[in-house]
């Protein structure tokens, strides 16, 4: 697999030639009514870019903090820290204050970049020095402005990116370090490389065929890769508007701005489409032509409904932190350049991106599975990190030759589309089977389904706490059933799953509320605890 990296555009570079083909097209905006073309743009961003090389970072400082939700100014403040030539750490605010010490300290950041009006609701004491974004608005000078406006309307790209010290950055450099979201243990710092991002833009695009006409419903945060990368750098290297919506679970105010913009293209996860699903109009969404879901496993009857009701069929894909996002994509044949081929197969996560390769091995012997069979699913290509930032051995641990060692379990069919059957700690030894906990969700979320509920989130989670006699036991964590316990566990008999994987009556726990991530993914060591909790107390 050869890339020409040296040839190569990184993100910054292909932002800026993106801006001075778009001068006067709004590029971006987001729910607090802003709306900018990309000459406007381009000039916000140099102006932010002088003020922070001139009082806030220090020469040696690489890694800059940022604390923000989905908005214009969290996207202006991404994109002057990589015109900087820094590398941008976006904080998960959503974590704990100890996770966010935690990557600040593991990223020895100096600097967090965040805003006033972050800070009201919530106080964080992160022991280092934040910026708010107010106060570099008022250090940003008449002359400031002039040379932005200058560089962005009247300077030519090639001379611009020489002038501000873009041609100096390397593909191999450091764009961003992102934190996983610790849904298994603690947070690792995964860096992502300025082609890592760069690749994966042109990958996506050639699979999704982006027109300068697309608008992308920017609702994902930007601490999540799937956010940063698809969300984020996508639309604005190639050309598109993107519209950024604080909160994802917003899902009215998120319907109002697809149809006040006429999105055309939504990424997002199967949590979020359940809200909009619940909550949005179909004329809203009426001119979406491409919806890609990712982070975890998509329901096939969420989609089929999604379908029915805004006549958009989602497609679902599959990546990890430590692929810079989508590795694998069903493609919408419409929008596939080979419309010849049959770009989807639902359950599936699709076929690997333009670069990647994919395959599964043995859990044990670690050596590769024929087609169809199922082990641990390894991703290879221009899309794997750097590595863990400060952990050279647990980034050996992963990669081997070249391979990304997932830690999903799933299989390559024989037309190469990639299926996950569930995460290897989302099993449960019992008696000594590995029991899915996937399987068995996706079967009582059909049993308890409410098509009258307005309830959007997540109803249900399935996890399992150590038991003397079998080695483990399944959990069931549920808000409030329509059906009594006896009739679900009945309904799940019925499907033909083993008795092994049929949860025990005692196994079912009401919650109000299933714990969740920021990023949309179930939160699995928050829903461990709370069923380790309730064993501790005897209750189970």
């Not at 919506?245 to 917003?250: K, M, S």
């Not at 190469?416 to 899915?436: A, D, N, Q, W, Y």
């Given at each position: 697999?050869?890339?020409?990296?040296?040839?190569?555009?990184?993100?910054?570079?292909?932002?800026?030639?993106?801006?001075?083909?778009?001068?006067?097209?709004?590029?971006?905006?987001?729910?607090?009514?802003?709306?900018?073309?990309?000459?406007?743009?381009?000039?916000?961003?140099?102006?932010?870019r002088?003020?922070?090389?001139?009082?806030?970072?220090?020469?040696?400082?690489?890694?800059?903090?940022?604390l923000?939700?989905?908005?214009?100014?969290?996207?202006?403040?991404?994109?002057?820290v990589?015109?900087?030539?820094?590398?941008?750490?976006?904080?998960?605010?959503?974590?704990?204050?100890?996770d966010?010490?935690?990557?600040?300290?593991?990223?020895?950041?100096?600097?967090?970049?965040?805003?006033?009006?972050?800070?009201?609701?919530?106080?964080?004491?992160?022991?280092?020095?934040?910026?708010?974004?107010?106060?570099?608005?008022?250090?940003?000078?008449?002359?400031?402005?002039?040379?932005?406006?200058?560089?962005?309307?009247?300077?030519?790209?090639?001379?611009?990116?020489?002038?501000?010290?873009?041609?100096?950055?390397?593909?191999?450099?450091?764009?961003?370090?992102?934190?996983?979201?610790?849904?298994?243990?603690?947070?690792?710092?995964?860096?992502?490389?300025?082609?890592?991002?760069?690749?994966?833009?042109?990958?996506?695009?050639?699979?999704?065929?982006?027109?300068?006409?697309?608008?992308?419903?920017?609702?994902l945060?930007?601490?999540h890769?799937?956010?940063?990368?698809?969300?984020f750098?996508?639309?604005l290297?190639?050309?598109a508007?993107?519209?950024?919506?604080?909160?994802?679970?917003d899902?009215?105010?998120?319907?109002?701005?697809?149809?006040?913009?006429?999105?055309?293209?939504?990424f997002?996860?199967?949590?979020?489409?359940?809200?909009?699903?619940?909550?949005?109009?179909?004329?809203?969404?009426?001119?979406?032509?491409?919806?890609?879901?990712?982070?975890?496993?998509?329901?096939?009857?969420?989609?089929?409904?999604?379908?029915?009701?805004?006549?958009?069929?989602?497609?679902?894909?599959y990546?990890?932190?430590?692929?810079?996002?989508?590795?694998?994509?069903?493609?919408?044949?419409?929008?596939?350049e080979?419309?010849?081929?049959?770009?989807?197969?639902?359950?599936?996560?699709?076929r690997?991106?333009?670069?990647?390769?994919?395959?599964a091995?043995?859990?044990?012997?670690?050596?590769?599975?024929?087609?169809?069979?199922?082990?641990?699913?390894?991703?290879?290509?221009?899309?794997?990190?750097?590595?863990?930032l400060?952990?050279?051995e647990?980034?050996?641990?992963?990669?081997?030759?070249?391979?990304?060692?997932?830690?999903?379990?799933?299989?390559?069919?024989?037309?190469?589309?990639?299926?996950?059957?569930g995460?290897?700690?989302?099993?449960?030894?019992?008696?000594?089977?590995?029991?899915?906990?996937?399987?068995?969700?996706?079967?009582?979320?059909?049993?308890?389904?409410?098509?009258?509920?307005?309830?959007?989130?997540?109803?249900?989670?399935?996890?399992?706490?150590?038991?003397?006699?079998?080695?483990?036991?399944?959990?069931?964590?549920?808000?409030?059933?329509?059906?009594?316990?006896?009739?679900?566990?009945?309904?799940?008999?019925?499907?033909?799953?083993?008795?092994?994987?049929?949860?025990?009556?005692?196994?079912?726990?009401?919650?109000?509320?299933?714990?969740?991530?920021?990023t949309?993914?179930?939160?699995?060591?928050?829903i461990?605890?709370?069923?380790?909790?309730?064993?501790?107390?005897?209750?189970?």
């Amino acid at each position: 697999m050869n890339v020409n990296k040296s040839a190569e555009l990184t993100p910054a570079r292909l932002f800026l030639r993106s801006c001075k083909k778009t001068l006067n097209d709004v590029r971006i905006a987001d729910s607090s009514g802003v709306e900018m073309t990309g000459g406007k743009l381009l000039s916000s961003v140099m102006a932010i870019r002088r003020v922070l090389l001139r009082d806030v970072l220090g020469v040696e400082e690489q890694f800059v903090g940022i604390l923000l939700p989905a908005t214009a100014a969290s996207a202006i403040t991404n994109l002057a820290v990589a015109m900087c030539g820094r590398t941008v750490v976006n904080l998960n605010f959503t974590t704990t204050e100890a996770d966010m010490r935690h990557c600040v300290k593991d990223a020895r950041v100096r600097h967090v970049l965040t805003s006033k009006k972050m800070l009201e609701k919530k106080h964080f004491d992160l022991g280092v020095e934040f910026v708010f974004l107010e106060d570099l608005k008022e250090k940003i000078t008449n002359f400031d402005k002039i040379v932005a406006g200058f560089a962005a309307y009247l300077i030519p790209a090639t001379m611009l990116e020489r002038m501000i010290g873009l041609t100096r950055v390397a593909p191999s450099d450091i764009i961003a370090v992102i934190f996983t979201s610790g849904s298994t243990g603690e947070p690792k710092g995964v860096m992502i490389s300025q082609h890592n991002v760069s690749a994966t833009v042109d990958a996506a695009d050639q699979v999704f065929n982006i027109k300068q006409s697309d608008c992308v419903l920017g609702i994902l945060p930007l601490f999540h890769c799937f956010g940063y990368v698809a969300a984020f750098w996508l639309p604005l290297c190639v050309s598109a508007k993107v519209v950024f919506h604080f909160n994802p679970l917003d899902a009215r105010q998120i319907g109002e701005l697809a149809h006040q913009h006429r999105a055309t293209i939504l990424f997002g996860t199967p949590t979020f489409l359940r809200g909009y699903l619940k909550r949005c109009e179909k004329e809203q969404f009426h001119t979406l032509e491409l919806v890609v879901v990712g982070a975890e496993k998509m329901p096939l009857d969420l989609a089929e409904q999604f379908r029915e009701k805004f006549g958009v069929q989602p497609s679902e894909g599959y990546g990890t932190t430590e692929t810079s996002g989508p590795a694998c994509v069903n493609v919408s044949d419409h929008r596939s350049e080979n419309a010849h081929q049959n770009g989807t197969r639902l359950g599936s996560v699709g076929r690997p991106m333009p670069g990647v390769m994919a395959r599964a091995i043995d859990p044990d012997t670690k050596q590769p599975l024929p087609t169809g069979g199922v082990g641990i699913v390894c991703i290879k290509g221009i899309n794997i990190m750097l590595g863990y930032l400060n952990q050279p051995e647990k980034t050996a641990s992963v990669i081997k030759d070249g391979w990304y060692e997932t830690g999903d379990m799933g299989f390559v069919d024989d037309e190469g589309f990639v299926h996950i059957t569930g995460r290897l700690s989302r099993f449960s030894k019992i008696g000594g089977e590995m029991v899915p906990h996937l399987r068995i969700e996706e079967n009582l979320l059909r049993i308890v389904e409410d098509p009258t509920s307005t309830d959007s989130g997540i109803p249900l989670a399935v996890t399992s706490v150590p038991d003397t006699k079998k080695g483990e036991r399944l959990i069931v964590l549920h808000k409030p059933l329509v059906k009594s316990v006896k009739q679900v566990i009945n309904e799940l008999a019925e499907t033909g799953l083993p008795t092994l994987w049929i949860p025990s009556h005692d196994g079912f726990i009401e919650v109000e509320e299933i714990p969740i991530l920021g990023t949309g993914k179930l939160d699995l060591k928050g829903i461990k605890q709370v069923a380790l909790s309730f064993a501790e107390k005897g209750h189970l």
